[in-house]
């Protein structure tokens, strides 16, 4: 069986009781729900809280309110990639799950970047009851013999501009791999993060403005990293 890893958001429904639970019991909301009925005790988990960061899910913990504050942001994110690095080094995942908010997302989204290889990275979409059912799906996947040789393909939805677009890690690459041929020379203009497309290096911006039919010099590239990581696919530092 693989070793896999899911890295849940928090919940704003929570246990009640006064004394401290395992923070994967004392948060209630509906994937937690789902997790605990379908989770193996191999299943490695992280929870992502504005009080707490990036913790185990076995971690007990007490009852409380933090919402996630403006002031607080940069101070967590910095806390989040020590946390984030620290869980990949010790449990070497090798199929990740993630779920968490719009709001959590970019604090996760650099580390993963850095930390997680795209092919084994799942990125939860859509509503609360799709997303719960891909979890359950890629809970199932990892514990059949048939599923360990293969991810599931899923589907991400960014939006850019006004304009949502669903697509799989796959799709994008493909797409990528095409345009390549007609226009090369704009592709490689990038100057810090690239997207790796076989042998070549493309820039961010130029393939989400492929994908969404916008022109790069409306966004960023920031942006155009959180759009691609929305579909599984990995951007770079250039050294």
Not at 206 to 230: C, E, I, Y
Request: charged content about 20%.
């Amino acid at each position: 069986m693989s070793i896999s890893l899911a890295i849940l958001g928090c919940s704003q429904r929570k246990k009640l009781t006064s004394r401290p639970l395992q923070a994967i019991e004392r948060y209630d909301g509906p994937i937690f729900r789902v997790l605990r009925k379908h989770a193996e005790e191999t299943l490695h988990v992280r929870i992502l809280s504005a009080r707490f960061g990036l913790i185990p899910g076995t971690l007990p913990i007490p009852r409380y309110d933090h919402p996630l504050l403006h002031n607080d942001y940069a101070k967590l994110q910095t806390k989040v990639k020590i946390q984030l690095k620290r869980t990949i080094e010790e449990t070497h995942p090798q199929r990740i799950f993630v779920c968490v908010g719009s709001q959590y997302w970019p604090l996760l989204e650099e580390a993963l970047a850095r930390e997680a290889a795209p092919a084994s990275l799942a990125v939860a979409s859509g509503g609360i009851g799709g997303r719960a059912s891909q979890l359950v799906h890629w809970l199932r996947l990892g514990n059949s013999e048939a599923g360990n040789a293969t991810m599931p393909q899923f589907y991400g939805n960014a939006t850019l501009l006004g304009t949502t677009v669903r697509l799989s890690r796959a799709a994008v690459l493909q797409r990528a791999e095409e345009e390549l041929l007609s226009s090369p020379a704009a592709a490689r203009r990038f100057e810090t993060w690239y997207v790796a497309v076989g042998q070549e290096r493309v820039a961010p911006k130029w393939l989400v403005s492929l994908l969404f039919n916008k022109p790069v010099s409306r966004f960023r590239t920031s942006d155009a990293r959180g759009v691609l990581q929305r579909f599984g696919v990995e951007t770079q530092y250039a050294d």
